[in-house]
T-cell receptor
Framework: NAGVMQNPRHLVRRRGQEARLRCSPMKGHSHVYWYRQLPEEGLKFMVYLQKENIIDESGMPKERFSAEFPKEGPSILRIQQVVRGDSAAYFC?????????????FGPGTRLTVT | GQQVMQIPQYQHVQEGEDFTTYCNSSTTLSNIQWYKQRPGGHPVFLIQLVKSGEVKKQKRLTFQFGEAKKNSSLHITATQTTDVGTYFCAGPSAGGTSYGKLTFGQGTILTVHP
């Protein structure tokens, strides 16, 4: 059973470009979470999605950031007009959604570098 | 807003020594989860504690949930080099409308010297 998959693993973008990060949850998981991590810091919640629905986006900046989890295909975190401050590791996690507080299974992350 | 704090931020030990990290929440938690992240890796779920005063063990790791359900600890006995990494606690975020949203502590970075 494949784990959570994220791609690309490393992404370099120039300031002003767009970054698209993809996440495929574990098989059978319908809940996806995106987190951002700066070096030697904790994980900051960004957004929580279920298929075709954004459940909670309270941790996501209002501008330039968007997320989706379509009926078919991976979840996408999109960052428009990237700035240097967007450089970070972005982790996706999934859970089965069977219990209120399931453990979360994390993907390997996408390391975004903005030059 | 809710805060989840961990101490210490860094811990250096000699192999064989014990290690403890503490987690404190500003609000009462329905449960607490612990994760481990190896250097350059991703967080991996270790355990979830639900009951007041609960103690769980996994080999050399002992996890406790405080009586008031506002604090927790992770204790590692006789550390090994394979224990190196960052240990995070995480609790349900206060307020909001969604299940499953977790607030992570900033983590304790453990270094083990052979």
């Amino acid at each position: 059973n494949a784990g959570v998959m994220q791609n690309p693993r490393h992404l370099v973008r120039r300031r002003g470009q767009e970054a698209r990060l993809r996440c495929s949850p574990m098989k059978g998981h319908s809940h996806v979470y995106w987190y951002r991590q700066l070096p030697e810091e904790g994980l900051k919640f960004m957004v929580y999605l279920q298929k075709e629905n954004i459940i909670d986006e309270s941790g996501m900046p209002k501008e330039r950031f968007s997320a989706e989890f379509p009926k078919e295909g991976p979840s996408i975190l999109r960052i428009q007009q990237v700035v240097r401050g967007d450089s970070a590791a972005y982790f996706c996690a999934s859970s089965p959604g069977q219990g209120r507080w399931d453990e979360q299974y994390f993907g390997p992350g996408t390391r975004l570098t903005v030059t | 807003g809710q805060q989840v704090m961990q101490i210490p931020q860094y811990q250096h030990v000699q192999e064989g020594e014990d290690f403890t990290t503490y987690c404190n929440s500003s609000t009462t938690l329905s449960n607490i989860q612990w994760y481990k992240q190896r250097p350059g890796g991703h967080p991996v779920f270790l355990i979830q504690l639900v009951k007041s005063g609960e103690v769980k063990k996994q080999k050399r790791l002992t996890f406790q949930f405080g009586e008031a359900k506002k604090n927790s600890s992770l204790h590692i006995t006789a550390t090994q080099t394979t224990d190196v990494g960052t240990y995070f606690c995480a609790g349900p975020s206060a307020g909001g409308t969604s299940y499953g949203k977790l607030t992570f502590g900033q983590g304790t970075i453990l270094t083990v010297h052979p």
